[in-house]
């Protein structure tokens, strides 16, 4: 069964940093795609950003060159490193992932993927 298990949300200031993780478990394909997404009060779902299974990263438009995706397979684990952070990057934030067979080795892995699995969520907060 996959679980997907974020932390590191929290409330900072305008132009702070703040890194949230996502412990995987359940995943045990060669092949995935993994990704955050966020949601703003009163707005719909947003991708921010995927990383492949071969480790091919993609960016939200909204976030390229502040924030930075990794994987770290020995620890199971998925990060999101945000750097100057804005108003506008306040959301609950989600790890989640899609699999085979919806997820095959020719698929392109994007934030904007149907993701089949989700995590709990984990708020930032950003204030000025």
């Known amino acids: 069964q996959v679980q997907l298990v974020e932390s590191g949300g929290g409330s900072v200031q305008a132009g702070q940093s703040l890194r949230l993780s996502c412990t995987v478990f359940?995943?045990?394909?060669?092949?995935?795609?993994m990704g955050w997404l966020r949601q703003a009060p009163g707005k719909g779902r947003e991708g921010v950003a995927a990383?492949?299974?071969?480790?091919?990263?993609t960016y939200a438009d909204s976030v390229k060159g502040r924030f930075t995706i990794s994987q770290d397979n020995a620890k199971s684990t998925l990060y999101l490193q945000m750097n100057s952070l804005k108003l506008e990057d306040t959301g609950m934030y989600y790890c989640?992932?899609?699999?085979?067979?919806?997820?095959?080795?020719?698929?392109?892995?994007?934030?904007?993927?149907?993701?089949?699995?989700w995590g709990q969520g984990t708020q930032v907060t950003v204030s000025p």
């Open positions: 989640a992932a899609v699999l085979p067979p919806l997820f095959g080795a020719y698929s392109r892995c994007s934030p904007a993927v149907w993701f089949q699995h």
């Open positions: 990383i492949g299974s071969d480790g091919t990263t």
């Open positions: 359940g995943v045990t394909y060669s092949t995935y795609c």
